[in-house]
């Protein structure tokens, strides 16, 4: 019996269950937060009032459990962007004929590509129908996929082999695998599935494709503000109607994203990307916080009443404003040495890390550090799959998590500095406050607008502004700081070289027979006590291998037959990685009895009526069977098999040729044969011409 089949009753508790693919099928859409509220309470825009930089922003759901394949009733469906490791729901889970199969749920909704398959973290290679071509998992695992774009469930094998899987499980609009995993005979299965049902499944997915104004054109793209703008106007995302978008300040934010950045390993890579997904229970301004805080880019309410994009570097500044357009003014330090953080540390999503959270270079405050100690915060970039772009995007948050800020209430100027001057560039205006009278404290230079509300009845505006040092956006390749320690290499016991021979045994059954075996003997691995030898054999020209008897580093067959030639193959067993390959031992002709008989003598040749008879007397030893070859020639290597006989040790044996042509001459010769077809030297030429 199968192994999987084995554990099918330990595991039908996690099985798939009816009601749970109708409901998978058919999941109600959650309704999000209109943007339009979140624009209207924030009077100038998202970006600048309403929702705070989040340094450390909540996920509802774990990243080891998203790249995890699980087994649960339900599960918040996830809509991916740029690059990811994915696992995802079982939403079939049985096991048939010793194959084990699982239908998995990656993603709601279309996905570009299934990009990579891993297998307990290895990634292995597919041919064209989803079979592994090489590695341990050959012949044992076949993975077919469905990228959301139709069904999800539509598996030709799943409704082949399974009643309670037909045409009516859909799946519609849900990006799918399914797993195929057939269970290896002996301890190859331990070997190939150490996890057993459990292995773990995974696929490196390219997300949704998203619209990219600048071509018009819907496609795969990770550039962090197209990725934005499709979550602002996607249908599970804060649904915007796409007439309300500001394409223009879309496309002008896209172009810096696009921006090349020199690497600090060479090379140059997109100056802003985003990896990642949302689920459809979590709060889209949450999902807006997690895209701002990886790439920088926030959505504000523009001058026209649409959505537009804004991130990037410092801008023109939009206006400038002056003492005498300011009613009141109030001030506050940049962060004091009892408060706030000395240190940030940075993490974000790197591929290279099996796509997970990272932690790389912090960012210091040297001169705070030598008098308080570490106070450290995190910094924590989930989708920011870029080392370069965290630790940027991470030296501007320290910088404004560290600066001076004014709030100002102004007459209607101020209305100057509602808008940034640009697309694509962070607000900024400038600030010169010198009282007249020459009392006060004079307060110069260029802010960033953080937050700014009109009071219409009062007819004043009220900004609040944080001091603005351009050098935070400077940037040198070697900021990037020190890659991560490169994971090893999964340790992987492989078994050790095989050095084995092939031979055959004779064995005496009894006092007058004897049989023959096959063994296989190989070298001892000194030190290693978990290695054995597993040796198989068979017929040449047969397709089934035979496995032999194993005791440690010796194999036997069962009995096999004289003078049949035989081939061999063996492995080593014991706690490896995967299974040994089979070593080719070559053949072997089976011969029990290697001992050639005597030569038999007094070979004489008389002519008869149509035959000639030949007499001899045998040799004086055991043989097995007398062997009578003829030849027109005097030379033996001519002559040819004409027939065999038996006879006694020592006496007198005939036989009558009746084979001949009249008028022929002849050559004759007899030769001893054992059980094993050895011969002995032959008696003759007896020369004889036929009557």
């Not at 490791?85 to 079939?92: C, N, P, Y």
């Not at 084995?500 to 691995?525: G, H």
């Not at 003078?563 to 029990?592: K, N, S």
Request: one cysteine or more; glycine letters at 8%; a negative charge.
């Amino acid at each position: 019996m199968a192994v999987f089949s084995l554990i099918g009753a330990a595991i039908s508790s996690i099985a798939y269950a009816g009601g749970y693919l109708a409901a998978a099928a058919g999941f109600s859409v959650a309704t999000a937060t209109s943007i339009g509220v979140a624009v209207a309470n924030a009077a100038v825009s998202l970006a600048l009032s309403a929702i705070s930089r989040a340094l450390a922003p909540s996920v509802s759901v774990p990243v080891n459990e998203i790249q995890a394949v699980i087994s649960q009733a339900s599960a918040p469906r996830r809509i991916y962007v740029g690059e990811n490791l994915a696992g995802g729901v079982r939403a079939f889970f049985d096991v048939k004929d010793g194959v084990l199969y699982q239908l998995v749920m990656v993603a709601h909704g279309e996905i570009t590509s299934f990009e990579e398959c891993w297998v307990d973290s290895v990634a292995v290679t597919l041919d064209a129908n989803g079979d592994v071509t090489e590695g341990k998992m050959l012949d044992y695992v076949n993975v077919q996929t469905r990228d959301g774009s139709e069904l999800g469930g539509d598996y030709a094998d799943l409704i082949a082999d399974f009643v309670s899987w037909d045409t009516d499980r859909r799946l519609e609009g849900q990006a799918t695998f399914l797993a195929q995993m057939k269970a290896p005979s002996g301890n190859d299965f331990s070997k190939v599935f150490p996890k057993s049902y459990n292995t773990t499944l995974q696929w490196v997915i390219h997300g949704q494709a998203v619209y990219d104004p600048r071509t018009d054109s819907t496609t795969y793209s990770d550039n962090a503000a197209l990725v934005i703008a499709h979550f602002l106007t996607h249908e599970d995302g804060f649904k915007i109607d796409p007439a309300d978008i500001n394409w223009d300040s879309v496309s002008a934010m896209a172009d810096v994203a696009d921006e090349a950045v020199p690497q600090l390993e060479g090379g140059t890579a997109p100056r802003l990307r985003l990896w990642g997904y949302w689920t459809l229970d979590e709060p889209p301004s949450d999902v807006l916080d997690r895209m701002h805080a990886s790439s920088g880019i926030r959505a504000y309410e523009m001058q026209d009443g649409r959505i537009g994009l804004i991130g990037g570097s410092f801008g023109t500044p939009a206006c400038t404003i002056t003492a005498k357009d300011i009613r009141e003014i109030q001030t506050s330090e940049a962060i004091s040495e009892r408060e706030g953080y000395n240190l940030l540390r940075v993490l974000h999503m790197d591929a290279s890390q099996k796509y997970t959270v990272t932690e790389v270079d912090s960012w210091r405050d040297a001169e705070r550090l030598a008098v308080e100690g570490e106070i450290p915060k995190e910094y924590e970039l989930g989708m920011c799959p870029n080392r370069a772009q965290a630790r940027r995007l991470a030296k501007e948050q320290f910088h404004d998590d560290n600066r001076a800020k004014v709030s100002i209430i102004t007459n209607l100027v101020g209305l100057k500095a509602r808008f940034p001057r640009e697309h694509a560039q962070r607000h900024t205006i400038l600030l010169d406050y010198q009282p007249e009278d020459g009392s006060g404290r004079v307060i110069q230079g260029e802010y960033e607008v953080l937050d700014h509300e009109f009071d219409p009845i009062e007819l004043q505006c009220r900004i609040d502004l944080a001091a603005v040092d351009r050098a935070s956006g400077e940037w040198t390749p070697a900021e990037a700081g020190d890659a991560p320690t490169p994971l090893p290499d999964d340790p992987q016991n492989l078994a050790p070289d095989i050095s084995a021979v092939f031979t055959q045994r004779i064995v005496q059954a009894s006092a007058s027979s004897r049989i023959a075996t096959l063994e296989v003997d190989a070298v001892p691995i000194v030190g290693r006590n978990d290695i054995a030898v597993q040796a198989q054999y068979r017929k040449t020209g047969a397709s089934a291998w035979l496995d032999m008897a194993a005791t440690d580093y010796t194999a036997q067959s069962g009995p096999v037959e004289d003078g049949e030639t035989y081939e061999g193959q063996a492995r080593f067993d014991g706690v490896f990685y995967e299974p040994d390959e089979w070593e080719y031992l070559g053949t072997i002709t089976v011969q029990i009895d290697a001992t050639a008989p005597g030569e038999p003598s007094e070979l004489f040749a008389s002519n008869g009526t149509g035959r000639v008879n030949l007499n001899w007397r045998n040799p004086a030893g055991e043989f097995y069977e007398i062997r009578i070859y003829r030849s027109t020639t005097a030379v033996f290597g001519d002559a040819s098999l004409v027939g065999t006989t038996g006879g006694v040790s020592g006496q007198i044996s005939e036989f009558s040729d009746d084979t001949i042509t009249a008028g022929t001459e002849y050559n004759y010769w007899v030769a001893a044969a054992n059980v094993s077809g050895v011969e002995g030297s032959p008696a003759g030429p007896a020369n004889i011409t036929t009557a």
